[in-house]
């Protein structure tokens, strides 16, 4: 048996991984349990210690070491499989693409789809020369969208200040942990985890790339849109495949090929980017050094297979092989049931609910975010505008009907809301 170390393993991705094409030949073991590492107070030095000695402790051979979470999963891959000799991506790659501030050095020296951006000190009091309002302003490492907000003059720019300032030390201080174990130039390490960034807003239509590189190979193996909810920062839904023109796509794919060789990430990877179809400008808003595990039931749908392939086959040092439109389904989407003010949940759909809809309506599954009794703003990870309440994957022939069954979810998933 091949041994596959998972950090933060989940049942439901270790239920996506063991339906992997081979899967009989390989074992997959928790390395840490998520709750240990995705946590708003992150000890990265304990994590690593203690992912080190379950590792050492492990009696027979350890085959891969992989991740699909961000910080501090894709931090904390990298420094256990250099130990092992084990094929990764270097430290250094990763955090060019996790450190916000970084990661735009590095997509200055070699493209020029960017925004314009600058480092901020947490007592500063107006934006970095040569980035206007209106802007965002983001640590330069955070969970999701969180601590990220959009400000439109000084006023609102001292106060988003305040707030990062008071909530920054949890993740800050462990991505300061994980900087230490770099070689890292004198400007990212006089930032340091701590700092900010503040970069003018883009707009436009969100599309995101997946591929990887492995140093002989580069592909792009999957395109998705990302929609927002209207007038709102707070995404909606993903779906795939993307409905943007070839010529764009291909477009994406040299950008993207451009950066990762530049950063010489040699891993999978997904990028985020705005597209201006007024326009046409393009913008890139983040590379993150991981594939998406968001997208593995995208990719089963339409592919055939869900992008975690991706993920152990570089773990194990192979090009990956990733089929194209064999799945059952045309067209997929994620989606994310949300309500943008905060309140106590005194009815949420049950578990009988949910298997209801997921039996009536072909090609659904339904994940329930904000169980009975939650104060919203209690709930982890959320964005700085609204609070997610359920994810819902549909799968259909065309996309009418990918909306359709969306709408027949929802009816069916009763949430009863009381003043928070």
């Not at 390490?189 to 140093?215: F, I, K, M």
């Not at 959320?382 to 022939?397: P, R």
């Amino acid at each position: 048996m091949t041994n596959i170390f998972v950090l933060g393993l989940d049942e439901q991705n270790r239920a996506t991984l063991s339906a992997l094409p081979g899967a009989e030949q390989y074992r997959f073991h928790q390395l840490l349990r998520r709750d240990e590492l995705v946590k708003e107070e992150i000890e990265w030095d304990n994590a690593l210690a203690a992912a080190q000695s379950r590792l050492d402790g492990f009696d027979g051979s350890v085959d891969a070491v992989v991740g699909y979470w961000d910080f501090p999963v894709s931090s904390l891959v990298p420094v256990l499989c250099a130990r092992r000799g084990l094929p990764c991506a270097s430290l250094e790659a990763v955090l060019k693409c996790e450190h916000k501030y970084w990661s735009r050095l590095e997509q200055r020296r070699s493209i020029d789809e960017h925004p314009r951006f600058g480092l901020v000190e947490l007592d500063d009091r107006q934006p970095p020369d040569g980035v206007g309002y209106p802007l965002w302003l983001k640590p330069v490492k955070a969970f999701s969208s969180a601590l990220a907000f959009r400000v439109h003059d000084d006023g609102q720019f001292r106060a988003a200040l305040e707030t990062i300032r008071a909530r920054i030390g949890g993740i800050g201080g462990a991505f300061d942990a994980a900087l230490r174990h770099a070689d890292v130039p004198d400007e990212v390490a006089e930032a340091g985890g701590q700092a900010c960034l503040a970069e003018e807003a883009v707009s436009g239509n969100q599309v995101t790339v997946e591929g990887y590189d492995d140093g002989s190979q580069f592909r792009i193996y999957g395109v998705i849109d990302s929609h927002n909810y209207e007038g709102s920062p707070s995404f909606e839904r993903y779906q795939y495949p993307s409905s943007l023109p070839r010529e764009l796509t291909d477009r994406l794919a040299e950008i993207s090929r451009r950066v990762i060789r530049r950063i010489g990430l040699r891993s999978v990877f997904n990028i985020e980017y705005f597209w201006d179809p007024g326009s046409g400008e393009v913008h890139l808003l983040e590379i993150n050094p991981r594939h998406s595990q968001s997208h593995a039931r995208l990719f089963e749908q339409v592919d055939g297979v869900p992008n975690h392939k991706c993920m152990v086959d570089m773990g194990l040092g192979r090009t990956p092989e990733f089929p194209h439109r064999q799945g059952r389904y045309a067209v997929a989407a994620k989606w994310f049931h949300r309500r943008f003010e905060d309140a106590t949940v005194v009815r949420a759909p049950t578990a009988e609910d949910v298997a209801r809809v997921e039996r009536e309506i072909p090609g659904v599954a339904v994940e329930i975010a904000a169980p009975r009794g939650v104060r919203l703003s209690d709930m982890p990870e959320q964005d700085s505008y609204s609070y997610n309440l359920a994810v819902v994957h549909v799968a259909a022939s065309d996309e009418q009907e990918l909306h359709r069954k969306y709408s027949d979810c929802i009816r069916s998933l009763p949430f009863e809301f009381a003043a928070a």
